[in-house]
């Protein structure tokens, strides 16, 4: 070998040696970058349930107050009847206004009385109505009743405000006296808020649930699921092995995997103005509600589908067809089955894409205040989403970890589903 190549040979190895050194720090800088990345979204994942968890905790409990109700036969039944409904029309606030008159006899000031009678929640009245209407025969006796607090008091006791700073409502020192004088007397207690999960919706976040929410949810999703799953399911099994593939199957194609990246809100100016405007379907209802996410999760379920139909292997189809089964048959009787667990995965995460959309219920009415729990899937209801809308445009301070305990709860539903669809695929997964 002369020089002159043993030179070539020699740059040539130093060239090889530092483009080797470039490519091994282009490879770190890749892997750093990439590891960066993960921290990141997992430490910006931990400060949002940080966040959520943090502030909404404590909506799991409530503040009550025990009082000794009097329940007055001249203010609830003057007339002893016992008529239902005169005993639902008497005035249960002045049984409460009495029963803390006599533990706070000094207060005397009208204003002064005011507030005192509004450290107990409006709601008490509903509960003593409650209580005589399912049994009469406490008329006349003396009853020792938890009642709940006010917002502005469970909010003071769960340390979210402060005496008379900015925003604190009615606090005041005046009745931080009083609670420290039932705390005392040990009638000042934190127990668990059945009510919000129990309740519907209030303008007093003492009496606020998510229980109607929740029910109109699940009414939206019946609707939603009994719509998509058997029309994806279909459509998927006709374009993949049915329909004849030329330009028109394209386009059809090329739309449904369009219209699975088309924004939310779109559907639900669709469901405006086809459900509401042309039909006339009632405003606010599960039905509409379920229609207009019926449009928006089937191009996921169908396309979810035809991936679960391609990823069965062609000598099933073939097998089945050389043993005799018609095309029909051997779709029915062998793909199906085997492609089914895909089908239910990309179902379930639909379903729960579609459980957590606000935008498009919106648009169809879905975000009125509604108290009452709904009975069908043409009542007016509304969902867990807006339910959060709602309360997070709420000015009182009570809503806020409302709010919170309320996407804990889609959250956890949200897991619950998604662990449903990890079980399916792991259960019935088959590798070809």
Do not use: C
Not at 176 to 190: C, D, F, G, H, T
């Amino acid at each position: 070998m002369s020089r002159a190549e043993l030179n070539s040979h020699e740059a040539r190895l130093q060239l090889i040696k530092s483009k080797l050194k470039w490519r091994y720090a282009k490879e770190n800088i890749f892997r750093a970058s990439g590891v960066i990345a993960i921290l990141s979204a997992l430490a910006m994942l931990a400060i949002l349930f940080i966040s959520i968890i943090g502030s909404g905790y404590s909506a799991f409990q409530q503040t009550f107050i025990r009082l000794e109700i009097t329940f007055a036969q001249d203010v609830i039944d003057p007339g002893h009847g016992k008529d239902p409904e005169i005993l639902s029309q008497a005035d249960y606030g002045a049984l409460v206004k009495t029963a803390l008159g006599s533990i706070f006899p000094d207060v005397s000031e009208r204003r002064e009385k005011r507030d005192l009678n509004s450290i107990v929640s409006s709601g008490a009245a509903f509960q003593l109505r409650e209580m005589v209407m399912e049994d009469p025969g406490l008329i006349g006796t003396t009853q020792q009743v938890w009642l709940p607090a006010d917002d502005d008091v469970d909010m003071y006791i769960k340390g979210h405000i402060k005496i008379e700073a900015e925003g604190s409502g009615r606090i005041n020192e005046n009745t931080v006296r009083w609670i420290n004088a039932l705390a005392e007397q040990k009638s000042l207690r934190k127990k668990f808020n059945t009510a919000f999960f129990t309740g519907g919706d209030s303008r007093e976040p003492e009496l606020a649930g998510i229980w109607g929410a929740v029910v109109g949810s699940f009414y939206t999703m019946i609707v939603t699921l009994l719509l998509s799953f058997p029309l994806g399911v279909a459509t998927a099994v006709y374009l993949e092995e049915f329909a004849p593939k030329n330009i028109w199957t394209d386009i059809i194609e090329v739309n449904i995997n369009n219209l699975a990246a088309v924004p939310s809100i779109v559907f639900g100016l669709l469901g405006l103005a086809v459900f509401l405007n042309f039909f006339g379907l009632p405003r606010s209802a599960p039905l509409v509600g379920g229609l207009v996410l019926t449009l928006m999760t089937l191009p996921t379920i169908i396309i979810a589908s035809r991936a679960s139909l391609l990823a069965v292997p062609p000598s099933i189809r073939a097998g089945a067809l050389g043993v005799g089964a018609s095309r029909m048959q051997a779709v029915l009787h062998h793909v199906l089955p085997l492609a089914l667990p895909g089908m239910l995965t990309g179902t379930i995460i639909g379903m729960a894409r579609a459980l957590g959309e606000t935008a498009p219920l919106l648009m169809i009415g879905m975000v009125a205040f509604i108290v009452d729990i709904p009975a069908g899937a043409f009542d007016k209801a509304t969902v867990l989403p807006v339910q959060i809308y709602l309360w997070a445009d709420s000015p009182e301070r009570a809503f806020v970890e409302r709010t919170s305990a309320t996407i804990m709860v889609l959250l956890a539903f949200l897991l619950i589903m998604n662990a449903i669809a990890v079980i399916l695929r792991k259960k019935f997964e088959r590798r070809w």
